[in-house]
């Protein structure tokens, strides 16, 4: 009984490692835009304050999700 699971486990493991893999090619692909990326590295966002028009600055939004997000890890590692 010990093995099959043991080998269940292995087999599950590799074929999620195969999706990852197959569905981060993908992902690459459909990038198309990345001159901007290049022009612009992340300091770029961080080097000027003032910068109102910059397409990859998080939106209001994003950023109340990340602080809740945080929140939320605490209270699960608390009470779980």
């Known amino acids: 009984m010990e093995k099959r699971r043991i080998l269940a ?5 590799v074929l999620l490692c195969v999706m990852l893999g197959t569905f981060a090619e993908q992902v690459s ?34 950023m109340w999700m990340g602080f809740g997000s945080i929140f939320v890890m605490i209270v699960v590692v608390k009470y779980l």
Do not use: N, Y
Request: charged residues 35%; proline residues 5%.
């Open 9 to 13: 486990a292995v087999v599950l493991t």
């Open 29 to 62: 692909a459909a990038g198309g835009g990345t001159d901007m990326m290049e022009q612009k590295g992340i300091e770029g966002l961080f080097s000027r304050k003032g910068d109102k028009d910059d397409p990859r600055k998080p939106t209001k939004a994003q």
